[in-house]
């Protein structure tokens, strides 16, 4: 079991990292199982957002626009994340966008993963679904909101 690891969640403007970008990141940091904080930041993401993307996230032009800058908010990220281990679901998909940031930046880190969606599809063969919401209502996880990155990591 693990007792200390960073959950993570992230929102963009796209499903592809190469192109599209980060709007929002929050993660939950745990060690010794117990909740030591969280991290929350909006991105401006220098581009007007798809209706599609509003209407999943919430997330308007204007909330946005008044984001923290990439890099910076990157940078406090990694920092707050340390070297613990990613937790989240479908991490990887999230990951790819960080790594493409790093790539951009000529780093290269190693970062290691559990993956709540591969352990649900494991643990869970007969479950209708795997997405996170599915799930929260599955174990009776009260949300507030969905397809926020903090809400959503708190929620895995």
Known sequence: MLKDYIVVDLEMTGLNPKTDRILEIGAVKVREKQVLGTFSRLIR???????????????????????????????AFLEFAEDLIWVGHNVQFDYKYIKQWEVNHRMEKTYYSVDTLKIARKCLPSLEKKTLDYLCTYYGIQRTSRHRALDDAVAN
């Open 45 to 75: 993401p220098e581009c007007n957002l798809d209706a599609k993307i509003v209407e999943l996230t919430g997330i308007t032009d204007d909330m946005a626009s008044a984001g923290e800058e990439l890099d910076t908010a990157v940078t």
